[in-house]
């Protein structure tokens, strides 16, 4: 495409008068970066995008970087956090009759891992990774809707905060991560434990809610000029259809979660048997989200690697339109699966069967991104760097866990194996080698567009390598104790089963995967510091986030790239199209149309504001206070109504008036 | 890296109304995730509905009335509503702000009759299952309901200020037009599920 097509009057929407009518103030016209030299541009676009200076300012901050910086540690506190539960409950488990920890302990440890790793880690941290890339790779200057985006952070912190500090006064949720009723009901689920759990997911969920509205919004309205559906890099697809998933699928578990608080609080009966309720109800309306909840952690994984395999086997990705059009249909067919998690409840017999062919059937789409990659890899001239060992460290241990995957969706063997180790083996194959393992492979990725520092390659590989072997010493031998009939959640056995030296095995790989993490860690403080500098694109990639300097400015892109390929870096090396005419005086972006990405609107983006956070404060005091008394809702009411019209109410800048 | 313009976009226009504005898909995102949200809470009432042969579990019928005439106001709201849209797309202010007065008053006029709403469901949410689910649905909706008539009221207000002539104020007015066609939309089938199912059983 040439940029002669973008401008060609023909194909802009209808009704584009650039004098606007009606009774509106005339805009207050101010400079724009028409012809302006580049020192100038930086120092009006500077001075428009930062974040204010001082704490007030930090909080008050909208920029998606920051945010998404913010998120990202956070995210990877609660990593740290949650790993260390597993580490204590497999010093407990790493032989028979240890007293270490009491079974009452031992059910909030098992329940804080699991809601940590998946609510305050997993789907944070992709959502993170997305605030930070999405922005940038679809060459734009923030996320759509940056104040909430900044709310949606707010409201995670206060939600980890809450179900971490309960836990540290002994009202850890210790109903499972999924809290089955009646177990979780108010009949056999005393105290606040239970209603911690329901709560701490009402608030995560709103958080990853507006962040998915927020990404949609940035995909479809945002893009830079020419970038058309058939040009958004994969990685941006995979978000996309994630947020989607997320927009669908999360609404259940706050239904779910509310479902159940209403039982404990308020006397309701939905999933009380004796008054006309259904237990299983409440599995049915949590699987419905929790089956599209692996695929929230694994598209943007996927996503991920097929970023990262371009780059380093030096070509495009093999079968673009097919990894997309993959992407589509497991968004779909997540859907589709969730009685698989149900098949030891007793359900009749053809629905059974329908949900073992959807439970296969998912396995296409999937096997195609596969063979898509490999494909990549194959036709291109491959430079091993740490990334890419992440990738394979990916294909290995996915692989394995979808294998056990399909072997778990035929009904009699789950039936066999429900509820032990092969279960936890499995999900720990597909969750770690699907998303974690791609993640890790993104840090390295993108840690020097973040720093511009790069990471150490020697204690990169070192990293792999301790990783991979710590990982599958842990997790691969728990298939074969699964098989031997050991049952998941049990805070002991007893010598004679026979289970201590394969446990023991077991713990030490988990120490050893923990000790990768520390190494990790160590890592990314010492590139943060003393890394090599990165400049702009140290991996010479060829997606837009690599045309800006490393870390990016505050606004991004001096001038919004014209985009002209699905890897534009690639397709132009001497000079980057780009677009001029936007004020630098105010938060101006473009706005383009949703299939064409033509250029549509100048549009203003929201400046810092405090509000996001009191509002956010507002919310989770309520939340709080409603695990207490359902006048919580009432006496909340107020102050949220309030936050919430100070954050609306226009201050007067240019970026509210016009 | 090195740039060239190839492209001058300062003639765009700095708003537009509907789908051009990311606002408008960021209302649409907000619609789908509720109305999720009300599919699930109906999916979960008819479940519990096709699960007990005997449902209604013996309570007295819903007085449907006062649903009826909250359905009924909610369906004339719409015509003052779509000629708001017609004034706020031509970003005439005097009536906009008519169309706004109005469509603040026609919001809390069902909310009144909505009080009346819950004593006539003829049963609490704590005396079973049934109850509870029709309660739970009612309060969804109202919910729903009190947070876009709030939303209503303060835009009112800011198009009664200096604020309001502004290309992105006459978008937000549209984009509260969509978003009450949502909350009657919604309206339709609860009404159905609260005091007509049951009087199939």
Known sequence: ?658 | MNQRPVLDISDLPTFGHGPRSPTWWGTLGFMALEGTGFALAAGAYLYLATLWPNWRLSAPVPNHWPGTIVTLLLVVSLVPNHILNGYAKRCAMGPVRIGMVVMSLLGLAPLVVRWFEFPALNIYWDTNAYGSMIWVLLGLHTTHLITDVGDTIVLTVLMFTHHGYSGRRFGDVGDNVFYWDFVVLTWIPIYLLIYWLPRLG
């Not at chain 1, 989200?289 to 943007?300: A, K, N, T």
């Not at chain 1, 996503?303 to 990262?308: E, F, K, L, N, Y």
Request: proline letters at 7%.
């Open chain 1, 1 to 658: 495409m040439s940029s002669a097509d973008l401008t060609n009057e023909r194909d802009l929407p209808p009704g584009r008068e650039t004098s606007a009518t009606g009774d509106i103030a005339p805009e207050r016209d101010g400079p724009r970066d028409t012809g302006m030299d580049d020192a100038s541009l930086h120092r009006w676009l500077a001075r428009t995008w930062r974040t204010p200076p001082g704490i007030i300012g930090a909080l008050s901050s909208v920029d998606h970087k920051v945010i998404a910086r913010r998120y990202l540690i956070t995210a990877f506190l609660f990593l740290c956090l949650g790993g260390l539960n597993a580490v204590a409950m497999r010093v407990q488990l790493s032989g028979p009759q240890r007293g270490l920890i009491g079974p009452d302990l031992y059910n909030q440890l098992f329940t804080m891992h699991g809601v940590t790793m998946m609510f305050l880690f997993a789907v944070p941290i992709v959502q993170a990774t997305g605030i930070y890339l999405v922005p940038l790779m679809v060459g734009t200057r923030n996320i759509a809707f940056p104040r909430l985006n900044a709310f949606g952070y707010w409201v995670y912190v206060s939600g980890g905060l809450f179900a971490w500090v309960s836990f540290a006064l002994s009202m850890g949720p210790d109903v499972g991560w999924f809290a089955y009723v009646p177990l979780s009901g108010p009949e056999f689920g005393p105290g606040k434990r239970a209603d911690v759990w329901a709560q701490m997911i009402t608030y995560t969920e709103v958080s990853s809610l507006a962040v998915a509205v927020a990404t949609i919004v940035t995909v479809l309205k945002q893009r830079a000029p020419g970038m058309s559906l058939d040009k958004i890099p994969l990685y941006v697809w995979a978000l996309l259809v994630t947020s989607f998933v997320v927009v669908f699928a999360m609404p259940a578990v706050m239904i779910t979660s509310t479902f159940l608080i209403l039982d404990r609080l308020v006397g309701t009966h939905i999933f009380n048997p004796a008054e006309g309720g259904d237990a299983l109800l409440f599995q049915h309306l949590f699987w419905f989200f929790g089956h599209p909840e692996v695929y929230i952690i694994f598209l943007p994984a996927t996503g991920m690697v097929s970023s990262i395999i371009p780059a380093f086997a030096r070509r495009p990705a093999f079968g673009h339109l097919g990894l997309v059009l993959s992407l589509i249909a497991v968004g779909f067919l997540s859907f589709g699966l969730w009685v698989h998690h149900m098949f030891a409840t007793g359900l009749p017999k053809l629905g059974a069967s329908f949900f073992t062919a959807s439970s296969m059937l998912i396995a296409i789409p999937n096997g195609v991104q596969i063979f898509c990659w490999l494909a990549t890899l194959w036709e291109g001239r491959p430079v091993i760097r740490t990334p890419l060992l992440f990738v394979f460290g990916f294909f290995f241990t996915f692989v394995i866990g979808g294998l056990t995957g399909v072997m778990l969706a035929s009904v009699p063997l789950d039936l066999q194996v429900h509820d032990t180790y092969f279960v936890v083996a499995h999900f720990h194959y597909v969750l770690i080698g699907g998303s974690v393992f791609p993640l890790l492979g993104a840090a390295y990725f993108w840690f020097p567009k973040i720093t511009g520092r790069m990471m150490s390659e020697r204690l990169g590989r070192w990293h792999f390598w301790l990783a991979m072997i710590g990982f599958n010493a842990a997790f691969f031998p728990m298939h074969i104790v699964g098989l031997w009939g050991m049952p998941r959640r049990v805070y002991t056995y007893p010598a004679e089963l026979g289970w201590g030296n394969i446990n023991l095995f077991i713990s030490a790989g988990a120490v050893l995967f923990f000790v990768s993490f520390v190494l990790f860690a160590f890592n990314l403080v010492h590139g943060a510091l003393r890394g090599t500098p990165a400049g702009d694109n140290p991996w010479d990639a060829g997606t837009l986030e690599w045309a800006t300097s490393s870390p990016p400015p505050s606004y991004n892109f001096a001038r919004i790239p014209v985009v002209t390929n699905v890897e534009p870096l690639w397709a132009e090396r001497e000079a980057l199209p780009v677009a001029a005419g936007l004020r630098v005086d105010a938060r101006e972006l473009i706005v383009s149309t949703v299939a064409e990405a033509h250029p549509d609107v100048r549009e203003k983006s929201a400046t810092p504001s405090i509000w996001p956070l009191l509002a956010a404060i507002a919310v989770g005091a309520t939340f709080l206070y409603s695990i207490f008394t359902p006048w919580a809702i009432i006496w909340g009411a107020a102050p949220i109504a309030v936050t919430l019209v100070g954050w609306f109410w226009p201050k007067g800048d240019p970026e509210d008036e016009e």
